[in-house]
């Protein structure tokens, strides 16, 4: 039974058809019946090409198109490196690093000479040493602060001890105000009768 070539449901019934007798044997001929109604199903398909003049039509349209605005940073970054002096400036700089080149064998001797690799050495050990001291009075401190944390984690979980605590800061809180007072207290001793 042949179905009309240009009929797009023939074709897909012939393709599902053909799909389905191969799903179930080995049979190459099934595969490539399948294969060939689904290219004839794909030959009906509208070509993928634009239609004659599209690129025409929209260079014209660019071209018309008012032009957008370089941002304001690109702009004068371009300008600036299409600009002669910034070229001369970044020659002159080129030369002068070709020209301390020269120089710099010469300076890594002077630098070997006075500082030799035992000195290297010796700067490595000495901060090797003081950093263990400093950890080591890093992990000191940090005992002492876990050991307070602790202290005040005990006394905010009893009742008893937020009693404790917040009476001694009512009583650091006046005696604060108390000493705040007596030295911002009036001294001169105007109330004294002057001595004639």
Known sequence: MRTDRH???ALISRWLDAERDGSGAADDMADDMADAALLELFELLPPLAPPAGFADRVLLRIGDA?????????SLLSRLFRSGGFRLGVAFGVMATALSLLWLPDLLLVLGRLVTPGDLMGL??????????????????????????????????????????????????VSFVVLRDLMTRDRRWSYVDPIQ
């Open 7 to 9: 009929d797009p449901n």
């Open 124 to 173: 490595g050990v000495a901060s090797v040493i003081d950093l263990g001291r400093w950890l080591a009075l890093a992990a000191r401190i940090g005992e002492w602060l876990l050991t307070v944390g602790g202290a005040l984690a005990v006394s905010l979980t009893s009742p008893a001890a937020v009693k404790v605590t917040a009476a001694c800061l009512a009583v650091s809180g």
């Open 66 to 74: 008012a032009p957008v605005p370089e941002p304001v940073g690109v």
